[in-house]
């Protein structure tokens, strides 16, 4: 997302906390919205939520190039 390392760490939390909450959240209640009475591993909601979260800033960061995308000289 960007090269500067203050920057760096402040996305690094914020991705880390909004893993941590969302994936809580889905651990806790997804379980209960689709019918089921048992919750799931909160860690591993945390992590899947954390690997979207990466999955999506690969495909999406600004400075990295794509496939197929011309590359600036």
Known sequence: MTNR???Q???SVVFATLSATIGYVLAGYRPL???SENAVSA???IATVSGTILGLTCLFA???ARL???RDA
């Open 33 to 35: 919205w689709l019918g």
């Open 62 to 64: 600004p400075h990295r």
């Open 9 to 11: 760490v402040l996305w």
């Open 5 to 7: 390392l203050e920057i």
């Open 68 to 70: 197929g995308a011309p």
């Open 43 to 45: 860690a591993g909601m």
